[in-house]
């Protein structure tokens, strides 16, 4: 599978939509988590729209932190934040002129307390209709359309800065390889170097088993085998469609498993300086790994 298709199957979590009309706007975070834990702030009267707008979401998106936020714009909200029915203070005015010619006179009536009667502010259209009901439901659908696009696109950029990285991780790889045979060469030669200086008689057969020790111990191409493993299972990962971030995770500790047994095996100087960048790719990659779904 080419490295392009890899990309077009990956996405990050961090990402934002907006949708909006002159009645409602819906805006969509999403930012990296472990799981998928999603969050509704809409006002009350769309409470019944949560159940569905909610299976929507767990249908496009599997693992991320989001917030989705719906707001009811009133059409007089440039003005004030108030809107009086005139027809039920009328109405109320003259319920009182009704009380007032039963009992008496009676003590005027404070404009705040005219408030706090019952439809006397009127809090704008109400969400019941099913007209706006299905205009929530729409505008959702299309931010969360444009959420998972640019989560898309941003992944396509993790994908590639991942896959940068992997052919630096290769390039390395190969350079330690080839310095693998002075590697026990350098053993030999240091151990014979302090018998020498020991000026004492060696057993063959001895320094022979010690060799062949030395030699287990300081090879190296068992790590570098498991490290062309897992990057070509990191590369294959990338290509399936889903979730995918936590298992590319995992192989990253894998990877710098293996770079730091190469680390503590190293007695050559390239050999060293090259696990130290191995390392260092590696993590470099498990910090991008950390924003991809």
């Given at each position: 599978?080419?490295?392009?298709?890899?990309?077009?199957?990956?996405?990050?979590?961090?990402?934002?939509?907006?949708?909006?009309?002159?009645?409602?706007?819906?805006?969509?975070?999403?930012?990296?988590?472990?799981?998928?834990?999603?969050?509704?702030?809409?006002?009350?009267?769309?409470?019944?729209?949560?159940?569905?707008?909610?299976?929507?979401?767990?249908?496009?998106?599997?693992?991320?932190?989001?917030?989705?936020?719906?707001?009811?714009?009133?059409?007089?909200?440039?003005?004030?934040?108030?809107?009086?029915?005139d027809a039920q203070?009328?109405?109320?005015?003259?319920?009182?002129?009704?009380?007032?010619?039963?009992?008496?006179?009676?003590?005027?009536?404070?404009?705040?307390?005219?408030?706090?009667?019952?439809?006397?502010?009127?809090?704008?259209?109400?969400?019941?209709?099913?007209?706006?009901?299905?205009?929530?439901?729409?505008?959702?659908?299309?931010?969360?359309?444009?959420?998972?696009?640019?989560?898309?696109?941003?992944?396509?950029?993790?994908?590639?800065?991942?896959?940068?990285?992997?052919?630096?991780?290769?390039?390395?790889?190969a350079a330690v390889?080839?310095?693998?045979?002075?590697?026990?060469?350098?053993?030999?030669?240091?151990?014979?170097?302090?018998?020498?200086?020991?000026?004492?008689?060696?057993?063959?057969?001895?320094?022979?088993?010690?060799?062949?020790?030395?030699?287990?111990?300081?090879?190296?191409?068992?790590?570098?085998?498991?490290?062309?493993?897992?990057?070509?299972?990191?590369?294959?990962?990338?290509?399936?469609?889903?979730?995918?971030?936590?298992?590319?995770?995992?192989?990253?500790?894998?990877?710098?498993?293996?770079?730091?047994t190469l680390s503590?095996?190293?007695?050559?100087?390239?050999?060293?300086?090259?696990?130290?960048?191995?390392?260092?790719?590696?993590?470099?990659?498990?910090?991008?790994?950390?924003?991809?779904?």
């Amino acid at each position: 599978m080419t490295n392009q298709m890899a990309n077009l199957m990956t996405n990050s979590m961090t990402a934002f939509a907006r949708s909006e009309s002159l009645s409602i706007s819906w805006e969509i975070r999403s930012v990296n988590h472990r799981y998928l834990d999603h969050s509704f702030k809409i006002p009350e009267q769309f409470r019944s729209l949560e159940i569905q707008l909610r299976d929507l979401l767990k249908q496009q998106v599997f693992r991320g932190k989001v917030d989705c936020l719906l707001r009811l714009h009133h059409a007089n909200d440039t003005q004030t934040g108030l809107h009086v029915n005139d027809a039920q203070v009328h109405q109320l005015r003259h319920a009182l002129d009704q009380i007032s010619q039963i009992i008496g006179n009676t003590a005027p009536l404070n404009p705040l307390e005219v408030l706090r009667f019952p439809g006397i502010v009127d809090d704008g259209p109400q969400a019941d209709d099913d007209a706006l009901l299905s205009e929530a439901t729409t505008l959702f659908v299309t931010a969360l359309k444009d959420l998972t696009a640019m989560r898309a696109r941003e992944g396509k950029v993790l994908a590639q800065i991942i896959e940068d990285k992997l052919s630096v991780l290769q390039q390395l790889t190969a350079a330690v390889r080839l310095e693998a045979p002075l590697i026990q060469e350098r053993q030999k030669a240091r151990l014979v170097e302090r018998l020498n200086e020991l000026q004492q008689e060696v057993d063959t057969g001895r320094l022979e088993q010690e060799l062949v020790y030395l030699a287990q111990k300081s090879d190296i191409v068992e790590e570098l085998d498991r490290l062309d493993t897992h990057v070509e299972e990191i590369r294959s990962t990338l290509a399936e469609p889903g979730a995918k971030g936590r298992r590319l995770d995992f192989l990253m500790q894998e990877l710098n498993r293996e770079a730091n047994t190469l680390s503590s095996k190293a007695v050559a100087a390239n050999t060293s300086i090259q696990a130290v960048e191995l390392k260092v790719v590696i993590e470099q990659m498990r910090e991008q790994i950390q924003n991809i779904e």
